[in-house]
């Protein structure tokens, strides 16, 4: 982040590291679910494990170019906070969203699926959307903890904690707008039925803000 | 630890790490025993895993500010050594404790279970007693371990460990007196007996005075 | 890769190398199959493991003598950012492959079964061949991330993208010639009928050429 | 390494470590059979994951006292390349041989089995005896690959290929004559039969020789 690169580049790093992303919550949930023989805590726990290890991959190469939000929730926060600017900020959440799709095409492309289906995954209620607060929150806090306090461990931190989050969770933490919006394209295991979308993202906005400022008090140095 | 924030700030840290701490164990318990049918050995793969994350992203991310205990029997032996005052102690146990029954109720909620309700899971027995003083005299093993050592790799040698004593002691490593009491008001995967804390808790005590006392011969500068 | 060790050495540790990592898909498939009571998402979760932790480790101890490829792509890639001379590349790769038979029979003698014999394992399709595109072409995105931007975390980077790409991609990510030819010879859980053979690899070749192309854009220093 | 403990100390440090290593093993071992319903390949799972782990923190914290050898094999090996004095060493291997004993006792208490008990698993013929050969050549070849070029990452890449090696090899990598030996007196998940240990020693001892000598030759500053 210290160095920034041209806006033509972040936007293709963030891009990459987005739809590689989705690659792999889609198409680690499809394999999941195809081999579990009905056991879905094994499909949950590949699908947790494999986005835990790509997330780790895709931050830790692409941070040094875009910042590696991949997230329109964390572009949101860091706007905010003044670590990038308005107009680089939407054109990130654009591109996130676009990429996300794109990337559920090619797992399903991968996998022999439609190309793009709506999920007919229901996911609502106020548990799933308490969930949905939390994980955000939990999110923004690991990423504001790292951040302000220089720990070169965010990497591997996001990860750990998205891997955690799968479980603790009772939506298995989408944490991410993008993520939700593309996830609707797609009738499999990790799916979510598109009328379900929206709260989900309110939800999410509403933690990482919560988490922003809370940690704007207390790791502010005092 | 080397420059103290503010007592405040530190009791927001344990308690938020706390939270998320309980949040982790008994949600990922929850959802583990949902989707396993009925093969509790992926139930608790998946228990260990997410625990073992989220404690080393809430290690790395709270050290920095308040030490991250989330653990009495931690604070005890830090008090001990003198590395915490005994009146921010005691703030520090009770904070802990509070927020792990705070992160309790948040995971019920997430799940749709009751805010908070007495479990009914037995742990009982000599054989749970030895396995809660080896638990807690291994993490206290670990943690001074690193501690007098300089290492810095606190957070993922705490995380390792507990993923790994979560299999290899009967109990599943309580280890922890504000996790016990807290895991006391769930009655799920992870839950305990209320008449059964109180073992745990005076095995968890001196299982953590006692590596305490032994670490201190084996690993001060001779 | 800054102080050449000489070749015989450098070609003794890519064959070490990559015969270990053989012995490590082929092996843990075949224990993964064998124990998994018919629940191949058990096994594929083992066998995924398994290749990852020990991808880490052989990159990490053979990196420093010779840049620990392991893969003809890899070689291939380097070669033509004249990362390594040609001619030596040639000696890799012939090395590699070799090695990579060794470790399938070394696999194979460990637990009874013929030391090489053709795989009837159909691994044919569109799904398959964009499968090993993306995974060979996100394999040299993380490679050359790590590469250009001198982190050095590539030993845990490559195998937690590995780790990944078993899961998201239809193939379980071959994403290595040497490795697709070797797993011809094995009729066990990772093996591949020799018909499949040459598609894999040349859409391997393709998608390594597209990652350093488009990475030697991005990544330059701008 | 650098500035030796008194013998006592390294002695103290060999015991506790070997001891957990024990419990890790054999506890993990007990727990994910009892749990597994039948399915040996999640038995195996959690034996590694939870082996990896507790290895990782063991030699993290120990290996600035001792070494962390916790290993006779290791030990032997160490003091043929002068890296100890010959009546250290075999002051060393008989603690590791009683303290891994101590180990296994303290697991079967924690279960509710008997102290020590013969083991009646069948562990015997080429294949088990090549696997020995590997696992304990692997390991040497991790141990030499990281102190031979300074490595910091010993803990993370010997935890990494254990884990990895109890999937890729069909005795699940013993690789280590005191675990073989302790795990004589436990007739559950991890035990061997008593008969078949010798043979298992005499090929670990012969693959971490043959290990010692390639890599003096392999990466010894050329």
Chains 1, 2, 3, 4 share one sequence.
């Not at 806090?141 to 990860?159: F, R, S, T």
């Not at 799968?166 to 919006?181: D, E, G, L």
Request: net charge positive.
């Amino acid at each position: 982040m210290s160095k920034p690169a041209p806006l033509s580049k972040r936007l293709a790093a963030e891009g990459m590291g987005t739809a590689f992303l989705l690659m792999a919550v889609i198409g680690s949930g499809i394999m999941g679910e195809k081999l579990a023989a009905g056991n879905t805590a094994i499909a949950l726990l590949a699908n947790s494990i494999a986005t835990g290890c790509a997330l780790a991959v895709l931050i830790l190469i692409f941070a040094p170019v875009s910042g590696a939000h991949f997230n329109p929730a964390v572009t949101l926060c860091m706007a905010l906070q003044k670590k990038i600017a308005k107009r680089d900020a939407l054109a990130y959440i654009a591109v996130q969203i676009a990429s996300a799709i794109i990337g559920v095409a090619s797992a399903h492309l991968m996998f022999g699926e439609p190309l793009l289906f709506a999920s007919e995954k229901i996911r609502t209620g106020g548990g799933q959307w308490w969930s949905e607060f939390i994980a955000t929150f939990g999110l923004l806090m690991v990423i504001w903890g790292c951040v302000k306090q220089n720990l070169p461990a965010v990497p591997l931190a996001v990860a750990a904690y998205i891997t955690a989050a799968y479980w603790f969770t009772a939506s298995t933490s989408f944490a991410n707008p993008a993520v939700t919006i593309a996830r609707g394209f797609s009738n499999t295991f990790a799916g979510i039925r598109p009328e379900d979308v929206l709260p989900f993202i309110l939800a999410q906005v509403a933690g990482a803000l919560a988490a922003t400022m809370l940690l704007r008090w207390l790791i502010k140095p005092s």
